[in-house]
């Protein structure tokens, strides 16, 4: 009868002692797991990029306009590589380069194509979700042509345009776009035969 008491306390005990392993083992896993939780933050940290390129985003557009003056009618398409730095918030800035081919008809005349480069830059202010708005200021060389006079002539002139257009993308992806600006120094040079409205289509990488 002793003998099977002392069994069963020894059993006893090694079941304890078993549990008790098992819940230390639980625990220790449990704080080994918290300790990873805290540290993987202090790693992705170490890993996301602080510097000047981490800030910057990029965009290329299509452009495409078109008018008519006297008789006579412009269609206008071209590229607009550009990059942006995003200084604080929604808000970023960066140069914009264009280069547009101009096709001239006129009454009685065959088309003349007609060459461009635009350099500036830009101030770009994302507003709710995908609106953004966005202001540039630029000098433009670009060739020109009277009424009635076959030759072409050279000149440039700086180009102020505000707009708004909206991003069809996620914040730092990938993403296609329009927008519509309006140039305020053409609207005012009596002798340009381009549009003032300018419509725009493009895509964007990290905006």
């Known amino acids: 009868m002793q003998f099977k008491k002392h069994n069963s306390v020894l059993l006893l005990f090694a079941l304890m002692a078993m549990f008790s392993q098992t819940a230390f083992a639980q625990r220790r896993d449990r704080e080994r797991e918290r300790e990873r939780e805290r540290?993987?933050?202090r790693e992705e940290e170490k890993e996301t990029p602080k510097g000047f390129t981490s800030r910057l985003?990029?965009?290329g557009g299509v452009n495409i306009g078109f008018g008519g003056y006297n008789g006579g009618s412009i269609f206008v398409i071209g590229v607009s590589p550009m990059v942006g730095y995003r200084i604080v918030g929604p808000l970023s800035a960066g140069p914009r380069v264009a280069y547009d081919f101009a096709s001239?008809?006129?009454?009685n005349a065959k088309a003349v194509g007609l060459h461009s480069v635009d350099v500036?830059?830009?101030?770009r202010c994302r507003v709710f979700q995908g609106l953004?708005?966005?202001g540039e200021l630029s000098n433009k060389w670009f060739q020109g042509k009277y009424v009635g006079i076959p030759e072409k002539f050279n000149d440039q002139r700086?180009?102020?345009?505000f707009g708004a257009g909206w991003n069809f993308g996620e914040p730092g992806g990938t993403g296609t776009e329009i927008s519509v600006l309006y140039n305020f120094r053409l609207a005012q040079d009596?002798?340009?035969?381009?549009n003032p409205i300018e419509y725009r289509f493009g895509l964007t990488w990290k905006f």
Do not use: H
């Not at 500036?120 to 101030?123: A, D, E, L, M, R």
């Not at 700086?158 to 345009?161: K, S």
């Open 120 to 123: 500036g830059v830009f101030v």
């Open 57 to 59: 985003w990029y965009g």
């Open 132 to 134: 953004f708005v966005q």
């Open 158 to 161: 700086v180009n102020q345009r």
């Open 39 to 41: 540290e993987r933050p």
């Open 190 to 194: 009596i002798e340009a035969y381009e």
């Open 104 to 107: 001239l008809k006129e009454p």
